[in-house]
């Protein structure tokens, strides 16, 4: 659960600061009091939990279907970790991370009571190297519980730097707090690369 | 005003100089005064637990310390308990160890010094495998993995 | 004609140099010899005297010449590199490897640093322990000891420990120094966050892990102190990230940038430092009235404290150590150490006084026990 923390909380502090500014104004629009904004935040976490479960559901049965070889269960995840650190570390310090925000598409939508909903459909499906970390994560789970477990420390970890948004306004030195959460994504990215090593050339020497 | 700050400035700064002055002949008592801070102790996962039980038998002593299954927040499911034996240890080392006070035997560790092999023989399902096992500047120490 | 302005306002007189330097004299003396010097070996009583007399006579050179950052440079690299030489001469002596063993770790032998000190707060907050196989109190380097020093340190300097204390900076100070230009010239501004990206993570992971996870993992200067036994997949591969670290941050990049990249780029305790510059007395100060926005300095400093824009606002960001490689490359004195209080330009030699014998005294008194085992290593190899 370790890890999964560490990396929800590192790529949700990217996260919030390349989608923040789009979700921000559409969590709030229309909002009125403190009830209301709660309300849609929490809706907007609600969803997210929902389908991570959903997600954590779907990998632990590809793992079990595909990973059953205990030197496969190493050497494939290995190689995955490897390959979406690689992208983590990219997408971190990449220029055109900006764009890879997929909240954007919720723009296009009217009903700004299924916005919040919306917006945790596609903050938790958006493709980003975290969530093709925890998905391989989840693959690669003993049991179900434990790839519950792996996506809700996800979930938290991610979930925490969600919590302020309310207060975005009131925040100063906002270019700060985005340079530390992107380089933080990437040396994730980097732990990530190391636990694939690690798990590879394990998977090499038992095989 | 602008005078105040200059004055509370010089003043601050040589507030610094003297603590730098008094921080070397001063760092013994210092220390020993931080030292009893509540949070100036070792996590047991670095001491091995307090000492739950000892027995002494032929001149060597074994202490038996209490499990550790301390976490950051919560204990954690998966810990350890650690075994030392100091005095005048035999080439070989034979015991059964109850750990939790059961009365009954959670598992037997042999311990050969001179080939430096160490076997356990788990007689409980919480008991996992050999952690650490090495020889200390007082006798032995064994870590043996454990879960809840 | 500036130059002559400038050397002629911060450097003394001979006479007023050494009486300047008379405290550090006295004062040095009394801790480097306890009082009571004592040469009854002769190796040991000879490097006793050398580095009371190093130490003397750069303090002395400091005022004299009115430069600050080649003679604190000096005694800096000399502490990293004879902190590496004592623990490693030790090492050897009692355990005749540089590596620690197990017994070493569950008997809690290991010296403390205060690199570990980010990784401590969170557990420390919350499980009212300390998450380091060290002694509390008693012996080398026990942990009391050194949050004390590093405390204190970081109260009176601020980001100035990572210039007058730090024992490791030397280091990467030293190779920065190696060549004339650096082949690398533009370095993204992003990177200097990352000391704050680096810290989130090892306070976190330790946190969550129960363990001094830089320390463990990517601490650069386990290549040149003690490392854990190679026993393992994870232990080679623990020896391989310290390694090509310490050789990536530490050597290649300093020589191929003039910059201090580990400190830079990695340090967590440069993160925690820079945001104690704000509690400090001292920083340095830009004299808007005598800059002409050269930007030598911006050039010069290797900490990526000063920015063009930061010069043009007059202001020294919270990244500066107060090394004085800025102070030394202005040639017009616009760019000094100053007291907050006191306004920018205004008692330049005062506020530089101050600061220098503070700071000086500090890694004076920090470095000397070091360097004298290291010359009197050096004294009985060659004699």
Not at chain 1, 202 to 207: A, K, R
Not at chain 2, 123 to 143: D, E
Not at chain 3, 212 to 219: A, E, L, Q
């Given at each position: 659960?370790?890890?999964?923390?560490?990396?929800?909380?590192?790529?949700?502090?990217?996260?919030?600061?390349t989608?923040?500014?789009?979700?921000?104004?559409?969590?709030?629009?229309?909002?009125?009091?403190?009830?209301?904004?709660?309300?849609?935040?929490?809706?907007?976490?609600?969803?997210?939990?929902?389908?991570?479960?959903?997600l954590?559901?779907?990998?632990?049965?590809?793992?079990?279907?595909?990973?059953?070889?205990?030197?496969?269960?190493?050497?494939?995840?290995?190689?995955?970790?490897?390959?979406?650190?690689?992208?983590?570390?990219?997408?971190?310090?990449?220029?055109?991370?900006h764009?890879?925000?997929?909240?954007?598409?919720?723009?296009?939508?009217?009903?700004?009571?299924?916005?919040?909903?919306?917006?945790?459909?596609?903050?938790?499906?958006?493709?980003?190297?975290?969530?093709?970390?925890?998905?391989?994560?989840?693959?690669?789970?003993?049991?179900?519980?434990?790839?519950?477990?792996?996506?809700?420390?996800?979930?938290?970890?991610?979930?925490?730097?969600?919590?302020?948004?309310?207060?975005?306004?009131?925040?100063?030195?906002?270019?700060?707090?985005?340079?530390?959460?992107?380089?933080?994504?990437?040396?994730?990215?980097?732990?990530?690369?190391?636990?694939?090593?690690?798990?590879?050339i394990?998977?090499?020497?038992?095989? | 005003?602008?005078?105040?700050?200059?004055?509370?400035?010089?003043?601050?700064?040589?507030?610094?100089l003297?603590l730098?002055?008094?921080?070397?002949?001063?760092?013994?008592?210092?220390?020993?005064?931080?030292?009893?801070?509540?949070?100036?102790?070792?996590?047991?996962?670095?001491?091995?637990?307090?000492?739950?039980?000892q027995?002494i038998?032929?001149?060597?002593?074994?202490d038996?310390?209490?499990?550790?299954?301390?976490?950051?927040?919560?204990?954690?499911?998966?810990?350890?308990?650690?075994?030392?034996?100091?005095?005048?240890?035999?080439?070989?080392?034979?015991?059964?160890?109850?750990y939790?006070?059961?009365?009954?035997?959670?598992?037997?560790?042999?311990?050969?010094?001179?080939?430096?092999?160490?076997?356990?023989?788990?007689?409980?399902?919480?008991?996992?495998?050999?952690?650490?096992?090495?020889?200390?500047?007082?006798?032995?120490?064994?870590?043996?993995?454990?879960?809840? | 004609?500036?130059?002559?302005?400038?050397?002629?306002?911060?450097?003394?007189?001979?006479?007023?140099?050494?009486?300047?330097?008379?405290?550090?004299?006295?004062?040095?003396f009394?801790?480097?010899?306890?009082?009571k010097?004592?040469?009854?070996?002769?190796?040991?009583?000879?490097?006793?005297?050398?580095?009371?007399?190093?130490?003397?006579?750069?303090?002395?050179?400091?005022?004299?010449?009115?430069?600050?950052?080649r003679?604190?440079?000096?005694?800096?690299?000399?502490?990293?590199?004879?902190?590496?030489?004592?623990?490693?001469?030790?090492m050897?002596?009692?355990?005749?490897?540089?590596?620690f063993?197990?017994?070493?770790?569950?008997?809690?032998?290991?010296?403390?640093?205060?690199?570990?000190?980010?990784?401590?707060?969170?557990?420390?907050?919350?499980?009212?322990?300390?998450?380091?196989?060290?002694?509390?109190?008693?012996?080398?380097?026990?942990?009391?000891?050194?949050?004390?020093?590093?405390?204190?340190?970081?109260?009176?300097?601020?980001?100035?420990?990572?210039?007058?204390?730090?024992?490791?900076?030397g280091?990467?100070?030293?190779?920065?120094?190696?060549?004339?230009?650096?082949?690398?010239?533009?370095?993204?501004?992003l990177?200097?966050?990352?000391?704050?990206?680096?810290?989130?993570?090892?306070?976190?992971?330790?946190?969550?892990?129960?363990m001094?996870?830089?320390?463990?993992?990517?601490?650069p200067?386990?290549?040149?102190?003690?490392?854990?036994?190679?026993?393992?997949?994870?232990?080679?591969?623990?020896?391989?990230?310290?390694?090509?670290?310490?050789?990536?941050?530490?050597?290649?990049?300093?020589?191929?940038?003039?910059?201090?990249?580990?400190?830079?780029?990695?340090?967590?305790?440069?993160?925690?430092?820079?945001?104690?510059?704000?509690?400090?007395?001292?920083?340095?100060?830009?004299?808007k009235?005598?800059?002409?926005?050269?930007?030598?300095?911006?050039?010069?400093?290797?900490?990526?404290?000063?920015?063009?824009?930061?010069?043009?606002?007059?202001?020294?960001?919270?990244?500066?150590?107060?090394?004085?490689?800025?102070?030394?490359?202005?040639?017009?004195?616009?760019?000094?150490?100053?007291?907050?209080?006191?306004?920018?330009?205004?008692?330049?030699?005062?506020?530089?006084?101050?600061?220098?014998?503070?700071?000086?005294?500090?890694?004076?008194?920090?470095?000397?026990?070091?360097?004298?085992?290291?010359?009197?290593?050096?004294?009985?190899?060659?004699?």
């Open positions: 659960m370790t890890d999964s923390l560490i990396l929800g909380l590192s790529s949700g502090s990217a996260c919030l600061a989608c923040g500014m789009v979700m921000f104004p559409y969590l709030m629009a229309g909002s009125a009091g403190v009830k209301k904004i709660a309300i849609d935040l929490a809706l907007f976490l609600l969803t997210r939990l929902v389908v991570y479960f959903i954590a559901t779907v990998a632990w049965y590809f793992g079990q279907a595909f990973f059953s070889n205990p030197v496969v269960r190493n050497i494939v995840p290995g190689i995955l970790y490897i390959v979406f650190a690689v992208m983590l570390v990219w997408y971190s310090i990449s220029n055109n991370r764009t890879a925000c997929p909240a954007k598409i919720v723009k296009t939508v009217n009903n700004h009571k299924l916005v919040p909903i919306l917006l945790g459909l596609v903050n938790s499906l958006g493709f980003c190297p975290a969530l093709f970390l925890i998905l391989t994560k989840g693959a690669t789970q003993g049991t179900l519980t434990q790839s519950y477990f792996a996506f809700l420390a996800f979930f938290i970890g991610s979930s925490l730097w969600f919590l302020p948004l309310p207060l975005a306004g009131k925040i100063r030195k906002k270019e700060v707090l985005k340079n530390i959460g992107i380089l933080a994504t990437g040396l994730a990215g980097i732990i990530f690369m190391i636990k694939g090593l690690t798990n590879l394990g998977g090499i020497i038992n095989g | 005003m602008k005078k105040a700050k200059i004055v509370a400035g010089i003043s601050w700064a040589f507030f610094c003297i730098i002055i008094i921080l070397f002949p001063g760092l013994t008592g210092l220390s020993n005064s931080v030292s009893k801070l509540p949070f100036m102790k070792l996590n047991p996962r670095y001491t091995g637990g307090e000492i739950g039980n027995i038998s032929a001149g060597c002593t074994l038996i310390r209490k499990p550790v299954f301390n976490g950051f927040l919560k204990e954690r499911s998966s810990g350890f308990v650690q075994l030392d034996w100091h005095g005048s240890l035999p080439e070989i080392i034979k015991d059964s160890i109850d939790d006070h059961d009365g009954k035997n959670d598992f037997c560790i042999l311990i050969d010094r001179n080939n430096l092999k160490t076997v356990l023989d788990p007689i409980s399902n919480k008991v996992k495998s050999v952690a650490v096992s090495t020889q200390t500047s007082y006798g032995w120490a064994v870590r043996v993995r454990l879960i809840k | 004609m500036d130059n002559a302005i400038k050397t002629a306002v911060m450097r003394k007189s001979f006479g007023k140099s050494l009486l300047y330097t008379l405290p550090m004299f006295l004062i040095t009394m801790f480097i010899t306890g009082g010097p004592n040469f009854s070996d002769p190796a040991s009583g000879l490097a006793m005297v050398s580095v009371f007399l190093m130490v003397n006579v750069l303090y002395f050179f400091m005022h004299f010449t009115g430069k600050t950052d003679y604190r440079a000096i005694l800096f690299i000399i502490f990293a590199m004879s902190l590496s030489y004592t623990l490693i001469h030790n050897l002596e009692v355990r005749k490897s540089m590596s063993s197990q017994a070493d770790i569950l008997e809690c032998k290991i010296p403390f640093c205060h690199l570990v000190i980010p990784m401590m707060i969170l557990p420390a907050a919350f499980t009212k322990s300390i998450i380091f196989p060290g002694s509390i109190i008693g012996g080398f380097a026990n942990i009391s000891s050194m949050v004390v020093l590093w405390l204190v340190a970081t109260l009176v300097l601020g980001r100035g420990f990572c210039s007058w204390g730090c024992f490791y900076g280091w990467d100070d030293g190779f920065s120094r190696i060549g004339r230009r650096p082949v690398i010239k533009k370095i993204s501004e990177w200097k966050w990352m000391p704050f990206a680096v810290l989130l993570m090892v306070m976190l992971s330790a946190a969550v892990t129960m001094p996870t830089y320390c463990s993992w990517i601490c200067f386990k290549a040149v102190t003690e490392f854990e036994q190679v026993t393992s997949v994870e232990s080679a591969a623990k020896a391989g990230i310290f390694l090509s670290l310490f050789g990536g941050l530490v050597i290649v990049l300093p020589v191929m940038t003039k910059k201090r990249t580990q400190c830079s780029f990695l340090c967590p305790l440069g993160a925690i430092s820079t945001l104690s510059n704000k509690i400090t007395p001292f920083s340095l100060k830009i004299d009235n005598s800059c002409n926005e050269c930007f030598k300095c911006v050039g010069v400093c290797p900490l990526f404290a000063l920015t063009k824009d930061d010069i043009k606002a007059g202001k020294v960001s919270l990244f500066c150590s107060k090394c004085g490689k800025c102070v030394d490359a202005c040639s017009r004195n616009a760019i000094h150490y100053g007291i907050k209080g006191i306004p920018a330009g205004t008692m330049k030699n005062f506020s530089r006084n101050i600061f220098l014998f503070v700071s000086f005294l500090f890694m004076a008194i920090f470095s000397s026990g070091a360097i004298i085992t290291t010359f009197h290593g050096l004294l009985k190899l060659i004699f």
